[in-house]
């Protein structure tokens, strides 16, 4: 019995199964992170009892698309670097840029959330007006 040939095909296997487990890693799509969300400041609003303003940035890294989800929230948004696309249920899609801004409603469905880059990064302010304590997002199915 010839031991060479089974060792080319567990070679050949073995191969598979590392390229596998590593090229994922590699792609564009894997690559791109998850966005960096950062609490800046939670604020009770005495004169709206249960209500909380909330500010927070949020980083998009290149070629980011974030899951359909609503905020449950009046949600104000600036851009303060790159390209976002934004775009709530029935609206239209819009691109925005530096110095630009953006508004939800708590009913609103956010369908489009993404950099509008593949190269560059982007980063936004979001200033919440939610119930205390209510998450940031839902997820939306």
């Known amino acids: 019995m010839n031991k060479a040939p089974c060792l080319m095909i567990l070679g050949a296997i073995a191969a598979s199964v590392l390229l596998a487990r590593w090229a994922p890693a590699a792609s564009p799509a894997a690559a791109a992170a998850q966005a960096e969300v950062k609490q800046l400041m939670t604020q009770p609003l005495p004169d709206l009892p249960g209500k909380e303003g909330m500010m927070i940035t949020v980083s998009y890294p290149p070629g980011y698309v974030g899951a359909i989800h609503r905020h449950d929230a009046h ?30 409603n708590p009913t609103d469905i ?20 939610k119930n205390q304590g209510a998450p940031v997002t839902t997820p939306v199915r």
């Open 75 to 104: 949600a104000f948004v600036y851009v303060l670097e790159g390209s976002i696309v934004m775009q709530v249920k029935g609206g239209p899609e819009l691109t925005l840029g530096p110095g630009d801004t953006y508004y939800e």
């Open 110 to 129: 956010h369908v489009v959330g993404r950099n509008a880059s593949d190269t560059q990064p982007a980063r936004f302010v979001v200033t919440l007006l």
